[in-house]
Nanobody
Framework: QVQLVESGGGSVQSGGSLRLSCAAS???????RGWFRQAPGKEREGVAS???????TYADSVKGRFTISQDNTKNTVTLQMTSLEPEDTAIYYC?????????????????????WGQGTQVTVSS
């Protein structure tokens, strides 16, 4: 059974930093892994993705502030978030898929991913 478990969420003030981690188990291979977020009343949106070759994709809203990385030996994906803003407040989800996507739009599209974690809350106060 595939499981993705997020950790590291919390509350910070504007300008602060948080590090989210996603531990995966129950499968041996996925091609793309990503972080998504959903704010109250809004649709889920892609934040960052990384593939098995280490190619990364970021949403424009987080470029230069967030960094996605992975440790394939530990089967974990991490999202380092800096210069956080109140607009970053959301539930953050880790996701994975065995499919290959070459386009950035698909790499950040929630519909492209099959496996999902339960989410972790990130709250940024001004």
């Amino acid at each position: 059974q595939v499981q993705l478990v997020e950790s590291g969420g919390g509350s910070v003030q504007s300008g602060g930093s948080l590090r989210l981690s996603c531990a995966a188990s129950g499968y041996r291979y996925t091609y793309n892994r990503g972080w998504f977020r959903q704010a109250p009343g809004k649709e889920r949106e892609g934040v960052a993705s990384i593939d098995n070759n280490g190619r990364t994709t970021y949403a424009d809203s987080v470029k230069g502030r967030f960094t996605i990385s992975q440790d394939n030996t530990k089967n974990t994906v991490t999202l380092q978030m800096t210069s956080l803003e109140p607009e970053d407040t959301a539930i953050y989800y880790c996701a994975a898929t065995r499919a290959f996507y070459s386009g950035d739009d698909l790499r950040l599209a929630p519909r492209s991913y099959y496996y999902w974690g339960q989410g972790t809350q990130v709250t940024v106060s001004s």
